[in-house]
Nanobody, 126 residues
């Protein structure tokens, strides 16, 4: 069974950068879409970004456009989320998700019918 492990979270000052990694093990995700969601304290989980299995298409929630970049390295079974110009409101637990299908709504497609990681904490101080 595929297992996802996130890394790269931490404490950063406002305006700083972080790169999150999500590495899959226990099975291949080479034909799976991969993505990131986040959940802030007291709030629901929200979509951040996703990338197709080819890596050629990426989708972003509005708040992530222009600041976050999702990518993947199929050979390393890893997806990345490069986050720039971080704001205190970006503070959340970031979860990786991967799935063999996609759930498309509006202008975004999100991995579906797959697995989630345990999350990595990102804290942005003002």
């Amino acid at each position: 069974q595929v297992h996802l492990e996130e890394s790269g979270g931490g404490l950063v000052q406002e305006g700083g950068s972080l790169r999150l990694s999500c590495t899959a093990s226990g099975g291949s995700v080479s034909l799976w879409a991969m993505g990131w969601f986040r959940q802030a304290p007291g709030k629901g989980r929200e979509f951040v970004a996703s990338v197709t299995y080819t890596g050629k298409m990426a989708y972003y929630e509005n708040f992530a456009k222009g600041r976050f970049t999702i990518s993947r390295d199929t050979a390393k079974h890893t997806a990345y989320l490069q986050m720039e110009s971080l704001k205190p409101e970006d503070t959340a637990t970031y979860f990786c998700v991967a799935g063999p299908n996609e759930d498309c709504s509006g202008y975004t497609c999100r991995p579906a019918d797959g697995v989630w990681g345990q999350g990595t904490q990102v804290t942005v101080s003002s």
